[in-house]
């Protein structure tokens, strides 16, 4: 685990997997979001994120979530439309004891019935944790 303080701007487009000139969309964006990994984002894309109003194909969903936010299952299965075949999304909670954590276990119940598979973890941030998730059908595809 990276400390906060060792976390480079570099660092956390990094872990995400995110390449320049990727189509990124951010969900559930709110006043308590990381702004040092939207811009580390932002920098290594060369541009800015998409809104949620975006119609684009997009490279990687970032999606913001808490645990007031609502039915994950269902805004997965929105936030899929737009993803790109070998497109990945990345559930962005809070970590353990912060405002609006979210149960590993809620989202690990949510992404089967999503029709999406659980391919790795990373801290993305002080505050944040970051789950990867892709279509099964792109996870096998990948020899």
């Known amino acids: 685990m990276v400390a906060a303080g060792d976390a480079g701007k570099v660092g956390v487009a990094d872990r995400l997997g995110i390449e320049p000139d990727m189509v990124v969309q951010e969900i559930g964006w709110d006043e308590d979001v ?11 894309i060369g541009s800015d994120l998409l809104d949620e109003e975006s119609d684009e194909v997009v490279d990687v969903v970032l999606l913001w979530w808490r ?5 994950l ?14 497109g990945v999304i990345w559930v962005l909670t809070p970590k353990t004891g912060r405002p609006g954590y979210v149960e590993p276990s809620d989202i690990a119940e949510a992404v089967p019935t999503a029709g999406l598979a659980q391919t790795l973890n990373a801290s993305v941030g002080e505050d944040w944790a970051g789950i990867k998730l892709v279509s099964p059908k792109s996870a096998k595809s990948k020899r």
């Open 73 to 86: 299952v269902d805004t997965l299965m929105d936030v899929t439309g737009p993803l790109a075949e070998d």
């Open 34 to 44: 990381d702004d040092d990994v939207r811009a580390a984002i932002e920098e290594r």
């Open 67 to 71: 645990e007031s936010d609502g039915d």
